[in-house]
């Protein structure tokens, strides 16, 4: 099936660095999300964006929709103990295939 | 608040065996997925419903059926369970409209297939 080529694969910083991720296909998708997976529990949704070019913030992440529509990028500022987790960037075509990055793995060393 | 739960958190089950991972969801969602996480590998699906008694194959059904007979439960069965299949399975739903991509994921079960 379609993949999506998510890096990178694991991330080991300290804590309040800023962290960069990024998600990319040779597809073009009409929506990305983004999804953080706790350890123990399921992914939970954290940003969607839209349209070509759109940069969402929640809190402190920042998404942007690539203007390709091929790639995905996502920032974390001042980092904290509790991102801790696997981020997952998805893209979906058309209105149905919904499709998953490997995940980015975030360590952070307090 | 809203909820998707797996009926277990931990299997533990003999190749050759027939698996049953169960799924309720209290959204009143109409779609519905089942989706296995590897490392390295992401997300990938399994098998989705659209609606009571309907379901479409995902990118891997192989090994794998489903069984929607109520809107709030989506089962996974594994036929004759094999070592391959040994993975953590998570269940998801959606609500039906545009907004059918934002996806709430039960907790997942750790399968482990001996």
């Known amino acids: 099936g379609q993949q999506l080529n998510q890096s990178p694969q694991s991330m080991f910083i300290q804590e309040g660095e800023d962290v960069s991720m990024n998600c990319t296909s040779s597809?073009?998708?009409?929506?990305w999300l983004w999804y953080k997976q706790e350890p123990g529990e399921g992914p939970v949704l954290l940003i969607a964006?839209?349209?070509?070019?759109e940069l969402t913030s929640n809190g402190r992440l920042t998404a942007q929709f690539g203007i390709t529509r091929k790639d995905s990028f996502l920032n974390i500022s001042a980092s904290i103990p509790s991102d801790v987790g696997i981020y997952f960037c998805a893209g979906l075509q058309g209105a149905q295939k919904l499709v998953f990055g490997q995940g980015t793995r975030l360590t952070i060393n307090p | 608040d809203v909820k998707v739960t797996q009926s277990s958190r931990y299997l533990v089950k003999r190749t050759g065996e027939k698996v049953f991972l169960e799924c309720v969801q209290d959204m009143d969602h109409e779609n519905m997925f089942w989706y296995r996480q590897d490392p390295g590998l992401g997300l990938r699906l399994i098998y989705f419903?659209?609606?009571?008694?309907?379901?479409e194959k995902g990118d891997i059904p192989e090994g794998y059926s489903v069984s929607r007979e109520k809107k709030e439960r989506f089962s996974l069965i594994l036929e004759s369970a094999s070592t391959n299949q040994t993975s953590m399975y998570l269940c998801?739903?959606?609500?039906?409209?545009?907004?059918?991509?934002?996806?709430?994921f039960g907790s997942g079960t750790q399968l482990s297939v001996l």
């Open positions: 597809s073009i998708f009409n929506t």
């Open positions: 964006l839209y349209k070509a070019g």
């Open positions: 419903s659209y609606d009571v008694k309907m379901k």
């Open positions: 998801a739903s959606s609500p039906p409209d545009r907004v059918r991509e934002k996806l709430f």
